[in-house]
């Protein structure tokens, strides 16, 4: 019975029966193309959501991941036109470690300065939005400029259809990424004293600090993996969609933090974890593209959003005043 107490299972049990029930209103739901693309479009999110989820579980907020994803990609993908870079590994490199530094200024005003990591994020995202665009430019990059090498690099499919047409569709490599970098992230968390410090922090910061954990390096940690996986997420979002928009992922950062709202971490820090974020990025999308199969409008989806932000966070408040008393 204790499995069925966990965020994990409730959310999970919520997706099977919400994926039924969005089925049998709308049978195109379960056309294996639009399930391609559905888990196709959980990559972005979710690896930016894997960032934040850290943060979240150690009792802060990171609200600048899509402005952080931007300069990465928009910054790397500039430098390769300029230099002729014909390469994959080091552009990913170089939109991480963009990242991880802007990662890193958030924990230095978080820490240092003792500042609201909420406004904090707030400060920086806008910074680094308004830099990017001021500085380097409001030009798109499209199709026919994009680096052909990450086009390349993302083509490739772990399994393909033939429709009757004969055209092809396929479930994208770039998910295995995704996984890949979950299951780091749920070996740090469950494995490691540095895992533990982030939870410590969360739950109870003066008793980590008894017990020996250093709130600086754990601050530093969670807003530095952030930053390096929103820089990362933005570079792999660019390539898998064959185009650099410095003005992408506006609006994200509320659908980051309700997926991993409703993947069951607490917004009071402490609690949180990847199956729990991954499921509720998954229920998140599935919402979204539902809402396009069924042409709701685009102003109606942002009320839908807000709504399940308000009441996964009104029902995450609620259960942790309970397992306080």
Not at 87 to 114: C, D, E, R, Y
Not at 140 to 150: V, W, Y
Not at 240 to 259: E, K, S, T
Request: hydrophobic share 55%.
């Amino acid at each position: 019975m204790r499995l069925f107490r966990r965020p994990e299972t409730v959310i999970g049990l919520i997706v099977i029966l919400a994926m039924i029930s969005i089925g049998i209103a709308n049978p195109a739901f379960w056309d294996l193309e639009n399930f391609f693309g559905l888990l196709q479009s959980n990559i972005t999110i979710g690896i930016m959501a894997l960032g934040v989820m850290l943060v979240m579980i150690s009792g802060g907020i990171d609200v600048s991941v899509p402005a952080i994803a931007v300069a990465g990609m928009y910054l790397t993908v500039n430098g390769m036109l300029l230099t002729h870079y014909n390469g994959v590994f080091l552009p990913f490199l170089v939109s991480t470690l963009i990242g991880l530094l802007l990662g890193g200024l958030n924990a230095v005003l978080v820490h240092k300065f003792k500042m609201i990591p909420l406004i904090v994020t707030l400060g920086t995202a806008s910074i680094v939005r308004g830099l990017v665009l001021g500085i380097v430019g409001t030009s798109q990059i499209n199709i026919d400029r994009f680096p052909k090498c990450l086009i390349q690099f993302t083509k490739g499919n772990i399994y393909t259809i033939v429709k009757p047409d004969g055209t092809t569709s396929g479930l994208t490599s770039m998910l295995l990424i995704y996984l890949g970098v979950a299951l780091a992230i749920h070996i740090l968390l469950r494995y490691t004293m540095l895992g533990r410090s982030v939870y410590a922090m969360g739950g109870a910061p003066e008793s980590a600090t008894r017990v020996g954990f250093s709130l600086k390096k754990t601050t530093f940690l969670v807003y530095c993996i952030s930053g390096a996986l929103a820089g990362f997420a933005g570079m792999l979002h660019s390539s898998m969609i064959w185009l650099c928009n410095p003005r992408d992922f506006v609006g994200m950062d509320m659908q980051v933090i309700a997926a991993v709202v409703l993947g069951g971490a607490s917004i009071f820090g402490g609690s949180g974890s990847v199956a729990g974020t991954m499921i509720g990025v998954f229920m998140l999308v599935m919402v979204k593209s539902s809402l396009i199969l069924m042409k709701v409008e685009t102003t109606w989806q942002l009320v839908v959003l807000g709504t399940i932000l308000i009441v996964a966070t009104a029902l995450s408040a609620l259960r942790d005043r309970k397992q306080r008393v």
